[in-house]
């Protein structure tokens, strides 16, 4: 773990705030790709830095996939690992691809090529412009509004999970989102206080029930078509028993025991090209051993089994 400064990578420890709480910042980079402008959207001109151990970079791998990108988007795979030199680009484990666009050896190299006295933090997942040898952007929030419509004319899918009308609702649902489950297992698990991790843990749950709730009366989180607001959720929810509930302490309860929050992870798994995005060996490597001051001794956590792909049942709610 580590961070840019001036250009120059430094192997420090995440600084908490004031009460042991998690911090997280801004992600920095954030142009866009549209017509007219600097990124124009084109066919095997942008490239995705991603991990498939990281909830932010899955977003995109997902949307990628549901907007038919793949022929025109590539993407590189980090080393589920990320010790002292952070993100590595290395391929000693299955499924880590290396970089065959600039053979960069570290992640950080990508930031420094963008941005040579880039100072920050280095993450996943990054939107790579090969013409420029720029970063577009590294807000998977952003980048995953850019694939949902600034490609459409290119691939003719103009499926929206973003739709004008059910904006207000998306919206609502993905701030509480964000704040107490997307970053709310992160604020739990690096929590260096009792009080900083209660307080968390105990928003997620709350929010839990609140989706529990939402999810026995309708479809889909925003209403009855998937938008945009199910995407963001799934990655969490995906992780939850396998990394959040033992190594990041999560554990009032398990995804198992919320049926209409399970049986919508288990809905949006089987949506066609998504659990070739799921890989649950990067997944469960890269959290407990990656964390030492949670997890000193790095024994990785054999994990329960859990068949996602097994009927959902969520034929019985309409949808659109
Ligand atoms: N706001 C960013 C957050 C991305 C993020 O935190 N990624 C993590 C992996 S899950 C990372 O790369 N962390 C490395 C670091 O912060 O040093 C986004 O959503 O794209």
Request: with cysteine; charged share 25%; net charge negative.
């Given at each position: ?84 030199n952070?993100?590595e680009l290395t ?8 970089d065959?666009?600039?053979g960069f050896t570290y992640?950080?190299q ?211």
């Open positions: 773990m580590g961070l840019l400064e001036n250009g120059v990578w430094r192997d420090k420890p995440r600084e908490p705030g004031k009460k042991g709480e998690f911090v997280r910042k801004d992600a920095q980079l954030r142009n866009w790709v549209g017509k007219g402008g600097e990124f124009p959207p084109e066919s095997g001109r942008y490239h995705l830095y991603v991990s498939y151990a990281c909830p932010w970079a899955h977003r995109t791998l997902i949307f990628r996939k549901l907007k038919g990108l793949a022929d025109h988007i590539s993407f590189s795979v980090v080393h589920p690992l990320m010790l002292e952070g993100w391929t000693d484990f299955e499924g880590a691809t290396g065959p666009v600039n992640l950080h990508v930031y420094t090529a963008n941005d040579p006295a880039y100072t920050g933090r280095v993450s996943v997942p990054v939107l790579w412009d090969r013409k420029t040898g720029r970063i577009v952007s590294n807000e998977s929030a952003e980048i995953i509004r850019m694939l949902n419509s600034e490609f459409d004319d290119l691939t003719g899918n103009t499926d929206d999970y973003y739709p004008e009308d059910l904006r207000n609702e998306i919206d609502l649902v993905n701030e509480r989102v964000y704040e107490t489950v997307n970053n709310g297992v992160y604020r739990s698990g690096f929590a260096r206080t009792q009080d900083a991790y209660e307080e968390a843990v105990t928003e997620l749950f709350d929010t839990m029930d609140w989706l529990e709730d939402r999810l026995s009366k309708q479809r889909y989180l925003a209403g009855d078509r998937v938008t945009e607001a199910d995407w963001r959720l799934f990655p969490t929810m995906i992780r939850f028993d396998h990394v959040y509930h033992g190594h990041f302490k999560c554990n009032r309860n398990r995804l198992i025991e919320f049926p209409n929050l399970f049986g919508l992870t288990r809905e949006l798994y089987q949506w066609p090209g998504v659990a070739e995005t799921v890989n649950m060996e990067h997944i469960r490597w890269h959290y407990y051993y990656s964390h030492p001051w949670v997890n000193p001794t790095r024994v990785v956590s054999i994990g329960p089994e859990i068949d996602f792909g097994a009927p959902h049942g969520r034929e019985r709610l309409k949808a659109a």
